[in-house]
């Protein structure tokens, strides 16, 4: 049985997603290997030809392949899927967005947002925003999986895989890219960060959103999530929303300042190693989940905690 | 321009969710169940296209139980026109909706489809890229904004994890919708009354002659691990400390 992996980047960078991937893929075959879809990433390239145990690296390049369209990315996949059992890609949103596309080309079922690997045909993910993991065996002669990067440590380093360059295919393409809108920041990404500062609608504003969490952030060195509710409200970008329909965190540090702890909030943090709500409400349903909890007012804890931190 | 919507019924997402003890499922009986969130979403933007002038017909469809009617009548109180159910009783895996779909769309030659971007319930987040896949046509999910030129295509802004993307597809298309697309509308009196007249045709899933046999095998469906109930800090100063020499993360 051989995997491809597809890799995880911005043209620029590897992330570390993809070297989760390989662990998950790495229980299903010994023959694993990374698929680069962009354009300029020779560099992203020679990074995952450093993933220890991968055997090699596809590289193939496009303007559409630069924004990651759908079409065009399953145009190139599909194809390669002859020489392959498996297709494994993080459930991130370009992972999300194109393996169904890839699934339904092969005729196959997907497995989504898989946090364990039993065995070569059986796998667990969370449904009802993770109140429930459900098993499922495949019988699918190739399988489409998307893997949840926070459930898999990272494949080491030390890997020296030959990098081979592919041709794109050409696609009639009906979808065009137009414009990007990429949340600039300095700080750590939120999928990847070791701590993470989050606030929720107590904060009120965009002002005091950011006044309350960029210098706690910055002291910590942490990145800053929200719940759905800030990010509605406009007091954060969309792409800082944790939870069952954003980004899934597991840091070792989960800092939820103001957020009630609604079950569609917990289903993209309750794998954090140590959680730390602040809520004025002793009985906001975050407590229940908290390994320290600090019934307060923000306004007066937020300052102190900066203060304790020094 | 039609515009067509399936649309799913779930679990209400308040309801909390109770795994059943012989791990053959979660507890569905006498819980309530709703439209899927962002299907709302998505009915409520095929309606404002209906309102403003561009969807001359807006078609919401459902697969699922004889119940499923329910949430097709609330997308016809919605603003929507006609309904139709694929009446089945069986769980339907992403890829047999999405063929059902295929149908549907075959028959009814709709320009767009307007989904949700996830089900609640099996949080797939798979059926409009694999509906997409199967028609051949441009997809653009997790939408946050649509526009759409005429009937040629549609603007499409999307939530991607760095910030926001923008596309356009030329139509027809599928466009999944994301959160922050719209708020739905509550559904007035008289337009619940209303929607009781308007049509809704139920056919058998299993006359579309499309193979829907699961193509994966539910081994269990259990609890996940319960985190153990933390302690009460009584300061911030005590906060850092404890983070600090107990739990060994500052
Ligand atoms: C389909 C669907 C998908 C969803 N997906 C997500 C998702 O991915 N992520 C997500 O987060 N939510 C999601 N939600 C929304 C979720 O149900 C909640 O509505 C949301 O998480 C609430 O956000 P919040 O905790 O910030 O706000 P609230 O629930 O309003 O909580 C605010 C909290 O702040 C506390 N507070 C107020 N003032 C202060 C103060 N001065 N100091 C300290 N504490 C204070 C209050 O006691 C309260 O507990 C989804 C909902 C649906 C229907
Ligand atoms: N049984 C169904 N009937 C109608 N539409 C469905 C059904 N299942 C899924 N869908 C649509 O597909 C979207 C994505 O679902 P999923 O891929 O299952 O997460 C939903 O938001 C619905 O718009």
Known sequence: ????????????????????????????????????????????????????????????????????????????????????????????????????????????????????VVDGSTFVRPIYAGNALETVSSSEAKKVITVRPTAFKAAADGGSAPVET?????????????????????????????????????????????????????????????????????YAPNDYQVGQTGKVVAPDLYIAIGISGAIQHLAGMKDSKVIVAINKDPEAPIFQIADYGLVADYKTAIPELMRALG | MKVLVPVKRVIDYNVKVRVKSDQTGVDLANVKMSMNPFDEIAVEEAVRLREKGVATEVVVVSIGPAQAQDTIRTALAMGADRGLLLQTDQDLEPLAVAKLLQAVVGEEQPKLVLMGKQAIDGDNNAVGQMLAALLDWPQAT??????????????????????????????????????????????????????????????????????????????????????????????AADLVMKLKNEAGVL
Do not use: C, W
């Open chain 1, 166 to 234: 592919v041709a794109a295919p050409t696609v009639q393409a009906h979808a065009r890219f137009v414009s990007e809108a990429v949340t600039a920041s300095d700080r750590p990404e939120l999928g990847a960060a070791r701590i993470v500062v989050s606030g929720g609608r107590a904060l009120g504003s965009a002002e005091e959103f950011n006044g309350v969490l960029e210098p706690l952030a910055d002291k910590l060195g942490a990145a800053i999530g929200a719940s759905r509710a800030a990010v509605d409200a406009g």
């Open chain 1, 1 to 116: 049985m051989a995997v491809l992996v597809l890799a995880d980047h911005d043209n620029a960078h590897l992330r570390d997603t993809t070297a989760k991937t390989v662990t998950a893929a790495q229980i299903l075959s010994t023959d694993v290997d990374v698929l680069v879809l962009g354009e300029g990433a020779k560099a992203v390239a020679d990074a995952a030809a450093q993933i220890a145990g991968v055997r090699k690296v596809l590289l193939m390049e496009g303007p559409e392949l630069k924004a990651m369209l759908a079409e065009a990315a399953a145009a190139a996949v599909v194809p390669l899927m002859d020489g392959y059992d498996a297709f494994l890609t993080p459930a991130t949103s370009v992972g999300k967005n194109v393996a169904p596309r890839i699934a339904a080309k092969l005729d196959v079922s997907q497995i989504s947002d898989v946090i364990e």
């Open chain 2, 142 to 235: 997790f939408a946050s904004a649509v526009e759409l030129n005429g009937e040629a295509s549609a603007k499409v802004t999307r939530e991607v994890d760095g910030g926001l993307q923008t596309i356009e597809v030329d139509l027809p298309a599928v466009v999944t919708a994301d959160l922050r697309l719209n708020e739905p509308r509550y559904a007035s009196l008289p337009n619940i009354m209303k929607a009781k007249k308007k049509p809704i045709e139920v056919k058998a899933a299993a006359d579309y002659g499309v193979d829907i046999a699961p193509r994966l095998t539910v081994l269990k469906v259990t609890e996940p691990p319960k985190r153990g109930g933390g302690v009460k800090v009584e300061t």
